[in-house]
């Protein structure tokens, strides 16, 4: 916990933030000090293309893997207050760690590359010192099949100032090497630009932070799971002021407060299930005023916001440029 902003009285939970249930060669922004942590969908479509551009060849290469969950896998057979999930439930979950202690989630989202909060990455960390957990449920357990992979590089978006108040939390973090798919270890696919999740749409966020402020995960640190529903921005702006919340940002939480996202939670995805029944990553874990604090929702890092950049750094050099020239 950091103390908010001058003159405000508030408290915030920030860097690192996990997940709650009841009461190197980097590129990176320097930061400035200030804390830090961050219906159905409607997707757009379009008519199909007659021909398959080269650059989207690596990407439709992994559709039969993104958004898909383990088998016997239903929504509706889900524990509603958050609780232990069971191993294969959400594969794309990692955990970020920095000399081989949990410090932020993330997700897979290529064979390459994890998604995460800038926060988690600050200027102040080693590149050596980070490592990628992939394929564990539970920390530590190191399963047959889990994969621990060296980080080579961190990229902060360029809006991050170190303030994850002020927007741009978001981070990509390049693995070592390339990692196989599998049961436990597959990609999520991202929330396009335009996906549209409205207040009350029902999405999930997990995690492996504190249980209650200040409790800790106990043995055997099983990754937690907890149902949040999507608050409008008008009304999140309302509850957060005068802190700004913006159009970059998306709101979700439980009326009761009891359920959310808490220390050690960061970087985290938060998901939702389209039409189809598969699984986008909707937004990114980043702040909250406490730590499940009743009738306040959580503060995410909104994935469509920032899908452009995002594929910038996945496709080959050039491709994006050449693709997407306007006019």
């Avoid at 029902?202 to 640190?221: F, K, N």
Wanted: aromatic letters at 8%.
């Amino acid at each position: 916990m950091h103390p908010g902003p001058p003159g405000t009285g508030k408290r915030w939970e920030t860097k690192r933030e996990g997940l709650g249930v009841a009461p190197g060669q980097r590129d990176t922004m320097p930061e400035s000090g200030a804390t830090k942590a961050h219906g159905e969908p409607r997707v757009p479509g379009g008519p199909r293309p007659t021909s398959v551009p080269m650059w989207l060849l690596p990407v439709l290469l992994m559709l039969p893997f993104l958004g898909e969950r383990g088998s016997g896998f239903s929504p509706e057979a889900r524990i509603v207050g958050g609780a232990a999930v069971v191993p294969r439930q959400w594969p794309w979950q990692v955990s970020l760690r920095d000399r081989g202690q949990h410090v932020c989630g993330g997700s897979l989202i290529g064979h390459q590359w994890v998604l995460t909060a800038a926060h988690c990455v600050s200027s102040s960390t080693s590149l050596q010192d980070l490592r990628v957990q992939l394929g564990e449920a539970a920390l530590y357990s190191r399963p047959r099949g889990s994969i621990s992979v060296a980080v080579v590089r961190a990229i902060q978006h360029p809006f991050f100032t170190g303030d994850a108040l002020q927007g741009g939390d978001v981070a990509l973090v390049k693995l070592a090497r390339p990692v196989p798919f599998s049961s436990t270890i597959r990609p999520i696919a991202l929330a396009p630009p335009g996906a549209d999740f409205p207040a009350g749409s029902l999405c999930w966020v997990t995690g492996w932070g504190d249980i209650q402020q200040d409790v800790a995960l106990p043995e055997p640190r099983r990754l937690q799971e907890a149902d949040v529903r999507v608050v409008g921005l008008d009304s999140c702006h309302r509850l957060y002021y005068p802190e700004p919340i913006t159009k970059n940002m998306l709101c979700a939480g439980d009326v009761q407060g009891q359920k959310g996202f808490c220390e050690g939670d960061s970087g985290g995805p938060l998901v939702c299930q389209l039409r189809d029944r598969r699984w986008v990553q909707a937004a990114v874990v980043s702040f909250s005023r406490g730590c499940a604090e009743p009738g306040l929702p959580r503060v995410y890092a909104r994935v469509s916001s920032y899908w452009a950049w995002i594929q910038r750094h996945l496709l080959p050099p050039g491709h994006f440029r050449r693709n997407f020239r306007r006019g």
